[in-house]
């Protein structure tokens, strides 16, 4: 594979250069306070945080094919090390530290090399949204409550959840309340500062307020610690000490860092790269990921990873390549040079705050709520993987959460949604007997619809639903398989013995409307009689007329209302709104009603603006209406009552043409009846019964329309 180097800026727009430049300091400063933060957090001095951006963001804008993602110091790797160490047994900022923190970042970035040339970037195809949240959520909590008794003038806290908590108990203790003020004030500035002025880097203007604090009020003499005072000069370069450390652990360590890196970095990429409209290549982002995780080892520092909310300024500023990273490498190896002076007075707690609120950031707390509200099971792995890192540590919280994942699509295999189809009257397709009140089955015929590829954990399900379907007068099985792509050996040998059964029960038995593959995979699986014994078609129509059953069919119409409502006893649609258009209640269930008023509105104000209503014909309605070839029969009936029922809502100068509209209407409702009639006899008696139970809805839905139709049909 031929690799272009800093592809971003290929054939570059000196246009944008201003800006990018902008962006690109704005993007350094923001990360002075954040990085040298993250860096505390894995375990080394502060400074190394500085260290990290610089040559590992240049390394990562070297390879990097996205025009904004910003790498650098970050949460998730920093807090996977730190949590590392103390498993370890590992003081923060120690020797031992120092030598392991570099060779997990070594071998990160080498598990990162492997992934590239494996093409693993398919990986992350296989780590849910839910998974990966619940765990960055549980990996910034966790960071949150280690830096809580930071805030209160103590170290920070270690461990899981229990540990932490015990830390800050023990913290309150020793309290020193101006520590304490500074940093919750900070905090509070901050969090406000962004809502109000969205654009300013709070983060900054706090750094300094910080520094200040110390310059002018000496706060370190009233208990405040400040950070450790650093010569200035650009990083030096290092040997990764591998013989100082338990490679066993560290090589470890570094495949996790290099999994969540890897899986970060490329869903947030895709997200920024989707949204604005530029395409990725993903194997190369690994690439670049690996190159700036080996780099940083090279400089002493903890594993970097992407950025979001770095990336997300770097949007708002306007940046449009990596000269954004370039730039902001560059600025930060110009502090490093001369400009290190600041970091001795800046105090811990402010610092401390800055952190807290770059996690809040990244605590998916929006994810969850969405979860809750649309996906149950989602949302418990969610809180699953969540909370086993808050109480477990990192490594039990990714493995439980996956877990979980693969649970839940094996879960959602073996209950596939499934359903028994019929036929519509004046519609063509085969519908769902269940969703679709206006929906009958084929007299002596079962029409099955399986939503999922059928294999060992399923085929039970399906054979069951089957077997109960079958009554004394059915004559024809046709099972609807455009959803089963694949099916396995045992699902073979299942659909073998239904035939078998089917057949001896003298039961034509046909599998239809599904891809010719399937079909080399019954042959493959020794099932392959089946297609030359007739029990494959191509299309359900196809079975339809090989079983000898031709249009127009003869429905199974129930008797009485109580049968009807057998039929429909597992409807997920409210009562009330059961009884009302097919199209719309299989599009908005609980909010059908509100959406046919809305629709029926929208119709009258159409009329409002048609030029002359004599050219409103009974072909007219039709035509004008295009979308009314989607709508059974009674359906359509339905709408055309509604529209009688608003059409005192037209203009007052459309008054005198009332009559000529609802002659219309009513006409274009006898040809429905009509319609119905010459296809399907049958259903005379529920057509009527239909239109008297229409009249009692409406009038309870909308009484006042309702009253004012029948005095005006009565006028008339």
Not at 18 to 43: L, R
Not at 103 to 111: C, Q, S
Not at 654 to 659: A, F, I, L, Q
Request: aromatic share 8%; with cysteine.
């Amino acid at each position: 594979m031929n690799l272009q180097l800093f592809p971003t800026l290929k054939n570059y727009n000196l246009r944008n250069l201003p800006g990018d430049i902008f962006s690109g300091i704005i993007i350094a400063a923001v990360s002075i306070p954040i990085s040298m933060g993250y860096a505390q957090i894995s375990g080394i001095p502060a400074i190394y945080g500085l260290y990290g951006s610089v040559f590992p963001i240049l390394f990562f804008a070297l390879f990097s094919t996205s025009k904004q993602f910003i790498f650098g110091v970050d949460a998730a790797p920093a807090a996977i090390v730190g949590s590392a160490l103390a498993s370890l047994g590992i003081a923060a900022e120690s020797p031992d530290a120092l030598a392991c923190v570099p060779v997990i970042a070594f071998f990160a970035g080498l598990w990162l090399l492997l992934f590239y040339c494996l093409h693993a970037d398919r990986i992350v195809d296989f780590i849910s949204t839910p998974v990966m949240g619940g765990f960055i959520s549980g990996i910034s909590l966790t960071i949150i409550f280690m830096q809580i008794p930071k805030l209160m003038g103590s170290g920070a806290g270690s461990g899981e959840l229990p540990e932490l908590l015990h830390h800050i108990f023990l913290a309150v203790h020793s309290i020193s309340f101006l520590s304490l003020a500074m940093g919750i004030g900070a905090l509070f500035l901050i969090r406000i500062g962004k809502k109000i002025f969205p654009k300013l880097p709070m983060s900054i203007v706090i750094m300094i307020l910080g520094v200040l604090s110390t310059t002018c009020f000496h706060v370190q003499d009233h208990g405040v610690v400040l950070l450790q005072a650093v010569k200035p000069g650009l990083p030096s370069f290092i040997i990764p000490k591998f013989g100082d450390v338990a490679l066993t652990q560290t090589v470890g360590r570094g495949l996790m860092v290099a999994v969540v890196i890897m899986a970060e970095t490329l869903l947030a990429e895709n997200n920024f790269a989707f949204k604005n409209g530029y395409k990725l290549n993903d194997r190369q982002e690994i690439l670049a990921c690996a190159a700036g995780n080996i780099s940083a080892s090279f400089v002493g520092c903890c594993p970097v990873n992407g950025s979001i909310s770095r990336t997300s300024m770097n949007e708002q500023y306007g940046g449009t390549s990596q000269l954004v990273s370039l730039i902001a490498g560059i600025s930060m190896a110009v502090l490093l040079f001369g400009f290190t002076g600041f970091i001795g007075y800046l105090p811990v707690p402010v610092l401390t705050a800055i952190v807290i609120s770059a996690l809040m950031d990244v605590v998916e707390v929006h994810l969850a709520i969405r979860l809750y509200k649309v996906s149950r099971n989602e949302f418990y792995i969610f809180m699953a993987a969540c909370i086993s890192v808050l109480f477990l540590g990192t490594i039990y919280g990714v493995l439980i959460g996956i877990l979980l994942s693969f649970v839940a699509v094996i879960l959602k295999a073996t209950a596939p949604s499934r359903s028994f189809r019929g036929i519509i009257p004046g519609k063509d397709a085969y519908y769902d007997l269940v969703r679709n009140r206006h929906a009958y089955p084929i007299q002596h015929v079962v029409i099955y619809r399986f939503n999922e590829n059928l294999f060992f954990a399923n085929a039970k399900i399906f054979q069951e639903d089957l077997e109960s379907s079958l009554k004394e007068d059915t004559k024809v099985v046709i099972v609807d398989a455009s959803s089963i792509n694949s099916i396995d050996i045992t699902a073979a040998d299942r659909l073998e013995a239904i035939a078998a059964n089917m057949k001896k029960r003298d039961i034509q038995f046909y599998i239809t409307e599904h891809s010719s593959s399937l079909n080399d995979q019954m042959r493959t699986l020794g099932i392959g009689h089946l297609i030359r014994e007739g029990c494959v078609r191509r299309t359900i129509l196809a079975a339809l007329n090989d079983a000898g059953i031709h249009k127009p069919y003869n429905l199974e119409i129930p008797e009485s209302e109580k049968k009807l409502a057998e039929l429909r006893s597992h409807s997920h649609l409210p009562a009330e709104e059961e009884d009302t258009l097919e199209e719309f209640a299989w599009a908005f269930g609980e909010e059908t009603v509100q959406e046919l008023e809305q629709a029926t509105h929208a119709i009258i104000e159409h009329l409002h603006q048609m030029p002359d209503i004599e050219r409103l014909s009974d072909e007219g309605i039709k035509e004008h209406f295009e979308s009314w070839h989607t709508l059974g029969a009674l359906d359509e009936d339905e709408i055309l009552h509604r529209i009688e029922l608003h059409i005192d809502e037209l203009p007052k100068e459309m008054h005198k043409e009332h009559r000529h509209i609802v002659e219309l209407i009513e006409k274009r409702r006898s040809r429905i009846r009509e319609k119905v009639l010459e296809e399907h006899p049958e259903l005379a008696a529920r057509l009527e019964q239909n239109r008297i139970r229409l009249e009692k809805r409406l009038e309870k839905q909308n009484p006042e329309a309702m009253r004012k139709w029948k005095e005006w049909k009565k006028r008339d």
